[in-house]
């Protein structure tokens, strides 16, 4: 069984590079143009895709919640709602920033809060879709955007591991293709709150499904660990300036973050290996320097029977290694040799002169 992800045809699996998601979420400031920004900043940085976040407020929130007053200095309206609306992009900025983003040859989609926003989402293709955490519980969402039939992605921040299972069980027989992200839902969270070895537990679990990382830490280190445990999509959020109005943008990665996290995680993709131990050729040289050779330890004549306080060890490693220290022991010597004269198979006998 083989676990395996294809966004926009773009292959994610165990023996793959990280998939790397700039999540700008609302970062864009309600903002065609800042939003394009975003993308070409993180299409430089070298990132897999951008994703946004698509809301239908009238319909995901109560009126209560929606007409609440909201008087936090990130506010961009008076009332919660308000503030929602002026941070919602319309149809008509999706397919601005669809073809934007086709323009940059870099995958562009976003998360679905609610059923109206999953259906406008499908009505111009997305490649896939993002399932907040929040919504892990959200069974006839997920099931709905399931059967738009393109690759979910679930976070499962703020859940037990029962929770996953049952999102699992009810999304499979629809779509199997999903991946599940470990996440926390605090922003930031302590870094003894990442529970990273998650990864693990659910790759054991799922075996048929790929598996992340949806990292609200402020760094890139725990990405790459991330990765070393079986993560092969990254999301960390994304931002122009962590100083900019609004409560992401403290924990976002700016753009020379985005671009060492991706330098890194490519790197670890090499550096992990096949798991085979291997001797390379750019060793040779350093391995003599540093190793060591057999040698006499003082002036040694000919006939000499070896024992060990004729034998020395030391630098440079050009010579018999040490390890055969006990093959070498007892052998006479052919000819004589000087202190710090190396020893050769060649000037050992097994007979003693007579």
């Given at each position: ?36 920004r ?48 002026a ?10 920033l ?34 907040a ?8 969402l ?55 070895r ?60 985005l ?32 190793g ?11 006939g000499?029977?070896?024992?060990p ?46």
């Open positions: 069984m083989s676990r395996e992800l294809v966004i926009d045809g773009t292959r994610i699996a165990d023996d793959t590079n990280c998939y790397v998601i700039a999540e700008i979420g609302h970062n864009h400031q309600g903002d065609v143009e800042h939003c394009k975003l993308f070409d900043a993180a299409r430089m940085a070298g990132a897999s895709a951008v994703k946004l976040q698509k809301r239908d407020n009238r319909s995901l929130f109560t009126r209560a919640a929606f007409e609440a007053p909201y008087n936090s200095e990130n506010a961009y309206g008076p009332t919660y709602g308000t503030h929602r609306e941070l919602e992009f319309s149809r008509d900025d999706y397919l601005e669809q073809q934007y983003a086709k323009s940059l040859d870099i995958t562009f989609f976003s998360t679905a809060f609610d059923f109206a926003s999953a259906d406008l989402l499908a009505e111009i293709d997305m490649p896939a879709y993002k399932m955490s929040g919504d892990l519980r959200s069974i006839p997920l099931q709905h955007v399931a059967r738009i039939g393109k690759p979910m992605i679930m976070s499962t921040g703020a859940s037990t591991i029962e929770d996953v299972q049952r999102a699992y069980d009810a999304v499979m027989p629809i779509n199997q293709q999903i991946a599940f992200l470990q996440c926390t839902a605090a922003y930031p969270p302590e870094y003894g709150q990442l529970d990273l998650v990864i693990e537990t659910y790759r054991e679990r799922f075996p048929d499904v790929v598996v992340g990382f949806s990292g609200h830490d402020s760094g890139i280190a725990m990405s790459a660990v991330a990765y070393t445990l079986g993560a092969r999509i990254i999301e960390k959020h994304f931002t122009l300036n962590r100083a900019l109005r609004g409560t992401d943008h403290a924990f976002s990665l700016e753009p020379d973050g671009r060492k996290l991706v330098r890194d995680l490519s790197r670890a993709t090499l550096a992990l290996g096949d798991g085979s131990k291997h001797f390379f050729e750019s060793e040779i040289e350093p391995s003599k320097k540093m060591k050779k057999l040698l006499a330890a003082h002036d040694l004549p000919a000499r029977v070896l024992q306080g004729d034998v020395a060890m030391k630098s440079p490693g050009d010579g018999i290694s040490p390890y055969h220290l006990g093959d070498v022991l007892g052998k006479a010597l052919v000819t004589s040799l000087a202190m710090d004269e190396a020893l050769s198979w060649d000037i050992l006998s097994d007979r003693q002169r007579a």
